[in-house]
């Protein structure tokens, strides 16, 4: 089975496309989203906005993200925009500091940025290996903490919604990601119980193959392949997660957990995010 010829969703789709919760859900609330320039978190940002929230969108690349703030903008949300990285504790400190001082409160936070290239453990470089971990561990730790400190010191609460990945079974040709995943999992867990004094929830959602533009960093061979290693033989929607997503940030009894959101993938399939060797029965 191939993968689609074009992967996201435009923002035309996102404005109208259905959520699966009530209109007003998050009137009047502040929701940062990491990794909104493109795919689950632009649609966050859509999602969101439509549910009465403002949103603060930050990612690496401002062209992307003053475009997702416009179309969010267009449809009557409200965005903030700020370039930056999530690894430069500083700057993420500093994107705090500025939706306090700005907009007076923060509720909800997305950890959705991130990013891994496939490739062998055995061929990762001391670079390669490190960015991805900068990426994927360290920078959503940053943010959380940010967020807690935050909240914290403003004496309320708030919820964390991480984006990780299905990781029980290993995830071979992305060792790197795997690893930083697992920790941000384990991570969402230790904190869960260690800030729930301070009203604060945290949860992880954990996609499968998922149709956004993230998919153009494989191989076509593989993203044909992608579809098939799940028993509902497709890709998954970006709306999709993000009716997760606002489903968990808005879920006030639950923390500590992790959503799994695959097709079945993890209970059944075979995914190789690199051409898969002889010795387990070559290319799928």
Not at 101 to 108: F, I, M, P, S, Y
Not at 222 to 242: D, H, L, P, S, Y
């Amino acid at each position: 089975m191939t993968g689609p010829q074009r992967y996201g969703r435009s923002d035309a789709e996102l404005a109208v496309l259905p959520i699966g919760l009530a209109a007003g859900s998050f009137a009047g609330q502040v929701v940062v989203i990491s990794g909104a320039g493109t795919g689950i978190g632009r649609a966050c940002a859509h999602w969101f906005a439509r549910l009465g929230a403002d949103v603060v969108l930050c990612g690496r690349n401002a062209d992307r993200l003053v475009a997702a703030a416009a179309a969010v903008s267009a449809h009557g949300g409200r965005a903030m925009v700020q370039a930056m990285t999530i690894r430069d504790p500083e700057a993420v400190a500093a994107l705090f500091a500025r939706i306090w001082a700005e907009w007076g409160r923060v509720d909800v936070l997305v950890n959705n940025a991130g990013g891994q290239f496939p490739q062998a453990a055995i061929d990762f470089s001391a670079k390669g290996w490190n960015a991805v971990i900068d990426t994927n561990l360290n920078g959503p730790f940053w943010m959380m903490q940010a967020a807690a400190r935050g909240w914290r010191d403003h004496q309320r609460g708030g919820a964390i919604v991480n984006v990780v990945a299905g990781v029980t079974r290993g995830m071979p040709g992305v060792a790197h990601t795997c690893a930083a995943r697992a920790g941000v999992i384990h991570l969402s867990k230790t904190v869960a119980v260690e800030w729930a004094p301070l009203g604060i929830r945290i949860n992880c959602v954990a996609p499968g193959v998922i149709a956004s533009e993230g998919m153009n960093a494989y191989p076509p061979a593989v993203q044909a392949a992608f579809a098939g290693t799940n028993t509902m033989k497709r890709f998954g929607e970006v709306e999709e997660i993000a009716d997760a997503i606002v489903f968990l940030a808005g879920a006030g009894f639950m923390t500590g957990e992790v959503l799994t959101i695959d097709g079945g993938q993890q209970l059944w399939g075979d995914q190789w995010t690199i051409p898969r060797p002889d010795y387990f029965g070559g290319p799928a």
